[in-house]
């Protein structure tokens, strides 16, 4: 128990007659309230993510009421070890209570309160301040109609507490520590500034390092052999550390960093399914691939989870080489994707309904001609209001129009990240990942239908695959290019390669291995596979073929029912 407690936080935009359009910014570990713009016209520092927030950016304050406040614990104005005791006038110290990531945002909750919010439109943070998300989502899950966990973890690996460690115990260990009761201009600068250190080379990667310092010299052209620092990213280390030593306290360093360690959305309910069961947010997780602090796999575990209890979950891993820094570098993809996510949880508070954005990517003429005759074929099969998985979604434009005309709940699975970016773009569910990875962490008849369009060729074990659609489907439909048809059989006669998809030449087009429409029936007859109907198309119209479909038709497509 603690209090009274002091909590200092900034706040942009105005915030709604109906109170709904309030976003909260957690802050990582050594952040604070101050998240955007600058104080006055003297400040020369702006906010940590004035990228992100402001008129017109991702994080729009012409449209949402953004606030941000420091953690309890911290160093900048909100109650924490530098605070002073109310019961015996002196700062706390290591007499502070020990708090938890939980305490941080209970007290931002009743920030909330004071401000007259009942209900966040969306909680954002990155790190630190995606560990406050989680909490928020599974403490409040009635408080929180979006989350958006970027670069964090449900709970730290042994690794991350090592570093954490290392860092306190050079604090510790600093003579001028003094068992936390030093002067403010007479602190453990020496041990702070090295667990800083320790704490930013966590924070970039392997090929970023490389590509910003090598091992370039910094006042030299050759080694000094000696233990100054000559090295440039000795000397970028060593700045780091004494620019943090004037703006942070040793004790908060202390406390913030030991949360983090306590940190584990599993403690009290077992396992992370079970943690996430009663969350009503939706989702967007961000990860990056560079990330080696909080890796892309601890990301997967809050997906996985989310997954496991049916609940709306959109999920990229980013391809940066910024490493965990990268949440702070990467305004252009990481901004579509906030910017999407929040727009889609807007609408659905506003409406009731599902975001539907724009076709955001152009199409050529000749992806209109490979994909307009199979989706035409599919979306005609498809029942009003059924749960759809799209696997291979590309930019999400079938599940789109599925969406619009037959208002399905669907989730797309998609490799490639430009795709993921189109999709959130349109208001699209989807996860980022490989497709046969993916389908396997679903559990059993989770959908109505399960659409393979146009990929089954490129597959590694195409049965598998369809036998794990079953299982967590319904039904599933499939599309593919017909390799029999008769124009690509004249092509193999005068010796050229016959492009897949319509396309007009071999390097317009895919060139997986060619499936005939006998081969699919065939096979499935063979695996027990129980074909429900087929539609054989032409190439032009799209039209069905209806004699000499295996010669004829140019695309196919099938669809699978389980045997039970």
């Given amino acids: 128990r603690l209090g009274p407690i002091t909590v200092t936080y900034e706040t942009y935009g105005k915030l709604s007659d109906a109170r709904d ?38 994080i729009d304050t012409d449209r949402y009421f953004v606030i941000c406040a420091n953690v309890l614990g911290g160093c900048r104005g909100t109650t924490g070890p530098s605070s002073v005791n109310p019961e015996t006038g002196e700062t706390w110290g290591l007499d502070f209570p020990v708090v938890t990531i939980g305490d941080m945002v209970k007290v931002h909750k009743r920030l909330t309160e004071h401000l007259g919010i009942e209900r966040l439109l969306a909680v954002v943070g990155g790190s630190m301040g995606g560990m406050q998300v989680l909490d928020w989502a599974v403490r409040y899950p009635q408080s929180v109609a979006g989350a958006i966990a970027i670069a964090t973890t449900p709970r730290l690996s042994a690794q991350s507490i090592a570093f954490d460690a290392i860092g306190r115990t050079a604090i510790l260990s600093d003579p001028n520590f003094n068992a936390g009761r030093y002067a403010e201009d007479g602190g453990p600068a020496e041990g702070l500034a090295i667990a800083r250190m320790i704490g930013h ?23 000094r052999y000696d233990f100054s620092h000559e090295f440039s990213v000795e000397t970028y280390l060593n700045h780091q550390g004494r620019a943090f030593v004037e703006r942070f306290d040793a004790n908060s360093y202390l406390y913030v960093t030991k949360a983090m360690d306590y940190f ?52 990229c891993d980013i391809d940066s080489q910024y490493g965990h820094d990268a949440f702070l570098l990467e305004p252009e993809r990481l901004g ?87 999709c959130v773009d349109r208001g699209i569910t989807v996860v980022h990942g490989e497709l046969e990875e993916e389908l396997a962490k679903f559990p059993d008849n989770v959908f109505d239908v399960v659409i393979l369009s146009q990929t089954l060729q490129s597959l590694d074990a195409p049965e598998k695959v369809l036998r794990e659609m079953l299982r967590v489907g319904r039904e599933c439909i499939v599309s593919f290019s017909n390799g029999a048809y008769w124009q690509r059989r004249i092509t193999l006669v005068g010796g050229r390669v016959a492009p897949l998809g319509g396309a007009t030449s071999w390097h317009a087009g895919p060139l997986e291995r060619g499936l005939s429409l006998k081969d699919f029936l065939e096979r499935c007859a063979d695996d027990g596979l129980r074909v429900d109907r087929v539609a054989a198309l032409k190439a032009e119209s799209g039209r069905p073929v209806r004699w000499g479909a295996n010669l004829r038709a140019a695309e196919a497509v099938v669809r699978l029912r389980s045997q039970s």
Wanted: glycine share 8%; with cysteine; net charge positive.
């Fill in 21 to 58: 359009n309030a976003v909260f910014i957690c802050h990582a570990l050594t952040g604070d309230a101050h998240a955007a713009g600058f104080h006055d016209a003297s400040t020369k520092r702006p906010g940590w993510w004035e990228i992100m927030i402001g008129p017109g950016k991702p």
């Fill in 201 to 223: 080379i966590t924070y970039l990667s392997e090929q970023g390092m490389h590509e910003k310092f090598g091992r370039q010299l910094r006042h030299a052209d050759r080694y």
């Fill in 264 to 315: 584990d959305l599993t403690a009290q309910r077992g396992s992370l399914a079970d943690a996430l069961r009663d969350v009503s947010a939706r989702f967007l997780l961000v990860s990056f691939k560079s990330d080696w602090l909080f890796t892309p796999a601890q990301s997967r575990q809050v997906v996985d989870g989310l997954l496991a209890n049916q609940k709306r979950v959109t999920y």
């Fill in 336 to 422: 579509r994707l906030i910017r999407g996510h929040l727009e889609g949880v807007q609408h659905r508070e506003q409406t009731g309904k599902s975001r539907l954005g724009q076709f955001v990517t152009p199409f050529t003429e000749e992806s209109q001609t490979r994909q307009r005759h199979d989706h035409d074929c599919i979306a005609s099969w498809i029942e009003p209001q059924t749960r759809v998985l799209d696997l291979g979604c590309g930019d999400g434009a079938l599940l789109h129009r599925l969406r619009v005309s037959k208002q399905v709940r669907g989730l797309g699975i998609e490799r490639d990240e430009s795709a993921v970016l189109d």
